[in-house]
């Protein structure tokens, strides 16, 4: 099994540039998580999805939007990046189980500048 | 309001020597589960150890452990015997909510490990 991956691993746009990464799992998991990873600041959430379909805000999420087509991919959409989004971005997935922990498994990030 | 809060941006410890990490968290559910995460310098994340609020005994793995103060509300991180690959930043991290059916996790800021020969 490959977990979480995540395309591309480096990425430098220009202002106003659009790209989107992309994430896939092949756990099976119903829930997937983009976060943003800024210095001091820990991870933030951007959007989530609980299945197919379906997606949600998360704490961050302006400038951003997401699709989950499938199960197993989650894509992360720039449509006019901005020197604000520089960061190291992480996919994540866990199962659909309400009993903890229910840990979340990690992709291994895509460092993202916007000149 | 911060969820998470890790005070300590950096640590040195010698190796060998055990090193406490602190978090302490917000919440006014009764119902939560705390995590901590290792992200070494090759930048992934790596599950370490989980607390959940109703859990009676502190959460051992290993040579982490988990120092669970519920009245305090902290959740301090344990390694004991360092090694030098422990050399990492650490996030301890929050989900809310039994009933929740998001599985949010709010993480802290970070600790940067260094452990010294």
């Known amino acids: 099994n490959a977990g979480v991956t995540q395309t591309p691993k480096f990425r430098v746009l220009k202002t106003g540039q659009s790209m989107t990464l992309l994430c896939a799992q092949d756990?099976?998991?119903?829930?997937m998580y983009w976060y943003r990873q800024d210095p001091g600041m820990g991870l933030r959430l951007i959007h989530y999805?609980?299945?197919?379909?379906?997606?949600a805000k998360g704490e961050v999420p302006d400038g951003y939007n997401v699709s989950r087509l499938k199960k197993q991919n989650f894509l992360l959409g720039l449509e006019s990046a901005a020197p604000s989004q520089t960061s190291v971005y992480f996919c994540?997935?866990?199962?659909?189980?309400?009993?903890?922990?229910?840990?979340?498994?990690f992709g291994p990030g895509t460092r993202l500048t916007v000149l | 309001a911060q969820k998470i809060t890790q005070t300590q941006p950096g640590m040195f410890v010698q190796e060998k020597e055990a090193v406490t990490l602190d978090c302490t968290y917000d919440?006014?559910?009764?119902?939560?589960?705390l995590f901590w995460y290792k992200q070494p310098s090759s930048g992934e994340m790596i599950f370490l150890i989980y607390?959940?609020?109703?859990?009676?005994q502190n959460a051992t793995e290993g040579r982490y452990s988990l120092n669970f103060q519920k009245a305090r509300k902290s959740a301090n991180l344990v390694i004991s015997a360092s090694q030098l690959g422990d050399s990492a930043m650490y996030f301890c991290?929050?989900?809310?909510?039994?009933?929740?059916?998001?599985?949010?996790?709010?993480f802290g800021a970070g600790t940067t490990v260094t452990v010294r020969a």
């Open positions: 994540a997935s866990s199962i659909h189980d309400r009993v903890f922990p229910n840990e979340q498994f």
């Open positions: 756990m099976n998991h119903e829930y």
């Open positions: 999805s609980v299945g197919e379909g379906t997606t």
């Open positions: 919440t006014s559910d009764p119902s939560y589960g």
């Open positions: 607390q959940g609020s109703y859990d009676q």
């Open positions: 991290a929050m989900r809310e909510g039994l009933k929740s059916n998001d599985y949010k996790l709010s």
